[in-house]
């Protein structure tokens, strides 16, 4: 039988970007469902993530510091695309990075130690993110625990040409520079934060032997 239609209103609704809209999931509050927008490029940057996400799951890669995806399914607003849902321990949605950085709610000191740990894995793991940006990355929050970032968009390489990533040394220098680019990035907005970024840049120090 046929997965029934999933009903989503604006009730189910979390936030958007310029390629997708996110909501919760009606009926499991673990996943989302994000929908494509009107935006010429979004298909492809959907197929771009999935494809990359095929990958990852084939090399059996450890998703930790990744919202992983789960499937497809239908929805009143047409196809939706499930993935696990970024939730705080109050069961409440994650809020962005971007979000705490200027909210002023939390202070990167508080989670200095686990954004570090972020790009360490994705070095330790050769996880590509095109586009690393902290509007892509949520933090959890737990009374128990330090906040831990969550990558839930933007994963894989934006170059046609790929076979140069068959090559792991490439496939690092890129993950660096693309991490420290993501702290320059922030440094634009938040030029008080310098020092503590710094401490966060990955160097070919950073890289596994
Ligand atoms: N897995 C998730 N869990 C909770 N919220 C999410 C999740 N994925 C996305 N969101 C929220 O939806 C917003 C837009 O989703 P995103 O996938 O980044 O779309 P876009 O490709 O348009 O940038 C994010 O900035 C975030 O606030
Ligand atoms: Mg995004």
Redesign the pocket.
Known sequence: MANPIISLTEDHF???????R?YRHPQEGTQ?I?LT?DNKKSNK?LRADLAYFKKLHHRNVDLNYI?DYIGTCGTNLGKGYI????TNSDHS??L?LEHYLTSGELQLEDYLKELHQLGIHLLHNRILISDLHA??I?LQLSPSEPPKPII??GLGDTVIITVQNIFKSHVHSKIIRRWNRFLKRILKNHPDLESLLKTITLSTEDIPH
Do not use: M, P, Y
């Open positions: 979390i936030a958007s970007g310029a390629f997708c996110c989302c994000k927008t940057r919202s993935f696990e849902c970024v949605v994650s962005t509007k892509n949520l839930v968009d």
